[in-house]
Protein backbone atom coordinates (compact mmCIF):
# COMPACT_ATOMS: atom_id res chain seq x y z
CA UNK A 1 0.00 0.00 0.00
CA UNK A 2 1.80 3.12 -1.20
CA UNK A 3 1.68 6.30 0.73
CA UNK A 4 0.63 8.43 -2.38
CA UNK A 5 -2.78 7.23 -2.80
CA UNK A 6 -3.95 7.40 -6.16
CA UNK A 7 -7.21 5.86 -7.75
CA UNK A 8 -6.60 2.31 -9.34
CA UNK A 9 -8.35 3.68 -12.60
CA UNK A 10 -10.08 6.15 -14.63
CA UNK A 11 -11.85 6.03 -17.69
CA UNK A 12 -13.19 8.55 -20.31
CA UNK A 13 -14.21 8.47 -23.87
CA UNK A 14 -12.27 9.91 -26.43
CA UNK A 15 -11.91 14.17 -26.47
CA UNK A 16 -13.53 13.77 -22.85
CA UNK A 17 -11.72 15.18 -19.70
CA UNK A 18 -10.05 12.44 -16.96
CA UNK A 19 -7.96 13.64 -13.88
CA UNK A 20 -6.13 11.87 -11.28
CA UNK A 21 -5.77 12.18 -8.24
CA UNK A 22 -2.62 11.81 -5.87
CA UNK A 23 -3.29 12.28 -1.70
CA UNK A 24 -0.29 12.35 0.66
CA UNK A 25 0.07 14.15 3.99
CA UNK A 26 1.87 16.61 5.87
CA UNK A 27 5.23 14.80 5.99
CA UNK A 28 5.63 14.69 1.89
CA UNK A 29 3.04 16.58 -0.57
CA UNK A 30 1.97 18.64 2.55
CA UNK A 31 5.24 19.86 3.49
CA UNK A 32 5.91 21.45 0.46
CA UNK A 33 7.59 18.65 -1.63
CA UNK A 34 7.20 18.95 -5.40
CA UNK A 35 5.05 16.19 -7.49
CA UNK A 36 6.34 14.91 -10.32
CA UNK A 37 3.99 12.78 -12.81
CA UNK A 38 5.37 10.04 -15.18
CA UNK A 39 3.20 7.96 -17.69
CA UNK A 40 4.52 4.40 -18.33
CA UNK A 41 3.20 2.38 -21.64
CA UNK A 42 3.31 -1.43 -20.92
CA UNK A 43 6.60 -3.36 -21.66
CA UNK A 44 8.21 0.20 -21.67
CA UNK A 45 10.43 2.20 -18.69
CA UNK A 46 8.52 5.25 -17.11
CA UNK A 47 8.53 8.48 -18.70
CA UNK A 48 8.58 11.72 -17.25
CA UNK A 49 4.93 14.02 -18.05
CA UNK A 50 4.75 16.70 -15.54
CA UNK A 51 7.42 18.09 -13.21
CA UNK A 52 7.47 20.40 -10.25
CA UNK A 53 3.42 19.89 -9.75
CA UNK A 54 2.64 21.90 -13.04
CA UNK A 55 4.95 22.12 -15.44
CA UNK A 56 5.58 20.19 -18.71
CA UNK A 57 8.80 18.94 -20.35
CA UNK A 58 9.43 19.47 -23.88
CA UNK A 59 7.36 17.93 -26.23
CA UNK A 60 4.64 16.72 -23.70
CA UNK A 61 0.79 18.16 -25.05
CA UNK A 62 -0.91 21.07 -23.66
CA UNK A 63 -3.52 19.02 -22.88
CA UNK A 64 -1.92 17.42 -19.78
CA UNK A 65 -1.64 20.04 -17.45
CA UNK A 66 -1.00 19.16 -13.05
CA UNK A 67 -2.04 20.90 -9.64
CA UNK A 68 -1.08 20.64 -6.14
CA UNK A 69 -3.17 22.17 -3.30
CA UNK A 70 -2.30 21.04 0.46
CA UNK A 71 -1.32 17.48 0.97
CA UNK A 72 -2.87 15.93 -2.68
CA UNK A 73 -1.79 16.94 -6.66
CA UNK A 74 -3.70 16.02 -9.39
CA UNK A 75 -2.91 15.26 -13.54
CA UNK A 76 -5.71 16.07 -15.89
CA UNK A 77 -5.76 14.84 -19.19
CA UNK A 78 -8.04 17.10 -21.61
CA UNK A 79 -9.48 15.85 -24.89
CA UNK A 80 -8.08 12.32 -24.14
CA UNK A 81 -6.95 10.51 -27.21
CA UNK A 82 -6.11 6.54 -27.61
CA UNK A 83 -2.23 7.25 -26.98
CA UNK A 84 -3.21 8.59 -23.73
CA UNK A 85 -4.04 5.13 -22.39
CA UNK A 86 -0.94 4.21 -19.65
CA UNK A 87 -0.37 3.84 -16.26
CA UNK A 88 0.56 7.31 -14.48
CA UNK A 89 2.67 7.73 -11.48
CA UNK A 90 2.92 10.96 -9.26
CA UNK A 91 6.25 10.82 -7.50
CA UNK A 92 7.02 12.77 -4.51
CA UNK A 93 9.73 12.76 -1.38
CA UNK A 94 8.76 11.94 1.90
CA UNK A 95 10.85 13.84 5.59
CA UNK A 96 9.71 10.76 7.89
CA UNK A 97 11.16 7.60 7.97
CA UNK A 98 9.59 5.72 4.99
CA UNK A 99 11.15 6.54 1.24
CA UNK A 100 12.63 9.09 1.35
CA UNK A 101 11.54 9.22 -2.67
CA UNK A 102 7.91 7.67 -2.78
CA UNK A 103 5.83 6.98 -6.03
CA UNK A 104 1.95 6.42 -5.96
CA UNK A 105 0.36 3.04 -6.76
CA UNK A 106 -1.02 4.02 -9.86
CA UNK A 107 -3.11 5.00 -12.00
CA UNK A 108 -4.58 3.18 -15.06
CA UNK A 109 -6.27 5.24 -18.07
CA UNK A 110 -8.32 3.50 -20.15
CA UNK A 111 -9.95 5.62 -23.16
CA UNK A 112 -13.32 3.57 -24.00
CA UNK B 1 21.49 12.35 -26.76
CA UNK B 2 20.94 11.40 -23.47
CA UNK B 3 21.07 7.81 -23.11
CA UNK B 4 21.05 4.98 -20.14
CA UNK B 5 21.72 1.78 -20.93
CA UNK B 6 21.07 -1.51 -18.69
CA UNK B 7 22.50 -4.74 -17.81
CA UNK B 8 20.77 -7.55 -19.74
CA UNK B 9 18.03 -10.04 -17.48
CA UNK B 10 19.77 -11.83 -14.57
CA UNK B 11 18.39 -15.12 -12.60
CA UNK B 12 19.83 -15.70 -9.45
CA UNK B 13 19.04 -18.47 -6.42
CA UNK B 14 17.75 -17.06 -3.30
CA UNK B 15 20.33 -15.97 -0.74
CA UNK B 16 22.23 -14.64 -3.91
CA UNK B 17 23.23 -11.45 -5.02
CA UNK B 18 22.75 -9.54 -7.97
CA UNK B 19 24.77 -6.47 -9.85
CA UNK B 20 22.83 -4.60 -12.05
CA UNK B 21 24.74 -1.90 -14.19
CA UNK B 22 23.87 1.45 -15.97
CA UNK B 23 25.90 2.88 -18.93
CA UNK B 24 25.17 6.55 -19.32
CA UNK B 25 26.22 8.90 -22.12
CA UNK B 26 25.52 12.23 -23.42
CA UNK B 27 25.69 14.61 -21.06
CA UNK B 28 28.39 14.84 -17.70
CA UNK B 29 28.07 11.46 -15.27
CA UNK B 30 28.98 13.49 -12.27
CA UNK B 31 26.57 16.33 -12.55
CA UNK B 32 23.87 14.26 -11.59
CA UNK B 33 22.91 11.66 -9.33
CA UNK B 34 21.26 8.16 -10.26
CA UNK B 35 18.32 6.69 -9.01
CA UNK B 36 17.29 3.11 -8.71
CA UNK B 37 13.84 2.26 -8.99
CA UNK B 38 12.48 -1.37 -9.28
CA UNK B 39 8.41 -2.57 -10.51
CA UNK B 40 7.67 -5.87 -9.56
CA UNK B 41 4.98 -7.96 -11.64
CA UNK B 42 2.00 -5.48 -11.83
CA UNK B 43 3.04 -3.29 -9.53
CA UNK B 44 3.80 0.34 -8.42
CA UNK B 45 7.19 1.97 -8.57
CA UNK B 46 9.63 1.73 -5.71
CA UNK B 47 12.41 3.34 -4.92
CA UNK B 48 15.83 1.40 -3.93
CA UNK B 49 17.53 5.19 -3.34
CA UNK B 50 20.16 7.13 -5.31
CA UNK B 51 23.60 8.22 -5.47
CA UNK B 52 25.62 11.16 -6.40
CA UNK B 53 27.54 10.44 -9.24
CA UNK B 54 30.18 13.34 -8.20
CA UNK B 55 30.40 12.91 -4.36
CA UNK B 56 29.73 9.37 -4.34
CA UNK B 57 27.32 10.00 -1.26
CA UNK B 58 24.50 7.14 -1.30
CA UNK B 59 21.00 7.45 0.23
CA UNK B 60 19.14 3.91 0.52
CA UNK B 61 15.34 3.43 1.19
CA UNK B 62 15.09 2.21 4.69
CA UNK B 63 13.41 -1.04 3.58
CA UNK B 64 16.23 -1.64 1.37
CA UNK B 65 19.08 -0.21 4.03
CA UNK B 66 21.82 -3.28 4.60
CA UNK B 67 20.59 -4.91 1.54
CA UNK B 68 21.48 -2.94 -1.35
CA UNK B 69 25.02 -0.94 -2.48
CA UNK B 70 25.59 1.63 -4.70
CA UNK B 71 28.64 2.73 -6.90
CA UNK B 72 29.72 4.23 -9.47
CA UNK B 73 32.88 4.23 -11.95
CA UNK B 74 33.20 7.72 -13.36
CA UNK B 75 35.73 7.13 -15.72
CA UNK B 76 32.98 4.81 -17.34
CA UNK B 77 29.76 6.96 -16.61
CA UNK B 78 28.68 4.11 -15.14
CA UNK B 79 26.24 3.48 -12.09
CA UNK B 80 25.80 0.42 -10.43
CA UNK B 81 23.36 -1.00 -8.21
CA UNK B 82 24.15 -4.42 -6.30
CA UNK B 83 21.60 -6.18 -3.90
CA UNK B 84 22.13 -8.88 -2.16
CA UNK B 85 20.35 -11.96 0.21
CA UNK B 86 17.81 -11.93 -2.73
CA UNK B 87 14.18 -13.13 -1.77
CA UNK B 88 11.36 -14.13 -4.18
CA UNK B 89 9.70 -11.16 -3.45
CA UNK B 90 13.00 -9.35 -4.59
CA UNK B 91 11.71 -10.22 -9.06
CA UNK B 92 11.39 -7.36 -10.74
CA UNK B 93 12.26 -4.67 -13.48
CA UNK B 94 15.01 -2.35 -12.01
CA UNK B 95 15.26 0.79 -13.25
CA UNK B 96 18.11 3.22 -13.14
CA UNK B 97 17.13 6.93 -14.39
CA UNK B 98 19.09 10.40 -14.11
CA UNK B 99 17.85 13.26 -11.74
CA UNK B 100 18.01 16.25 -12.91
CA UNK B 101 20.49 18.00 -10.78
CA UNK B 102 22.61 16.78 -7.91
CA UNK B 103 20.08 16.60 -5.57
CA UNK B 104 17.24 16.40 -7.09
CA UNK B 105 14.37 12.98 -7.46
CA UNK B 106 12.68 14.72 -10.77
CA UNK B 107 13.91 11.67 -13.06
CA UNK B 108 14.22 13.31 -16.54
CA UNK B 109 15.75 9.70 -18.47
CA UNK B 110 15.57 6.77 -17.52
CA UNK B 111 17.28 3.22 -18.07
CA UNK B 112 15.36 0.54 -20.33
CA UNK B 113 15.15 -1.68 -17.14
CA UNK B 114 16.77 -5.11 -16.16
CA UNK B 115 15.17 -8.28 -14.77
CA UNK B 116 16.10 -9.84 -11.91
CA UNK B 117 14.28 -13.48 -11.19
CA UNK B 118 14.78 -15.22 -8.10
CA UNK B 119 14.46 -19.32 -8.59
CA UNK B 120 15.38 -22.26 -6.85
Known amino acids: QSVLTQPPSVSGAPGQRVSISCTGSSSNIGSGYDVHWYKQLPGTAPKLLIYGNGNRPSGVPDRFSGSKSGTSASLAIAGLQAEDEADYYCQSYDSGLIGPVLFGGGTKVTVL | QVQLVQSGAEVRKPGASVKVSCKTSGYTFTRNAIHWVRQAPGQSLESLGWMHTGNGNRIYSQKFQGRVTFTRDTSASTAYMELSNLKFEDRAVYYC?????????????WGQGTLVAVSP
Open chain 2, 97 to 109: ARANGSGSYLLDF
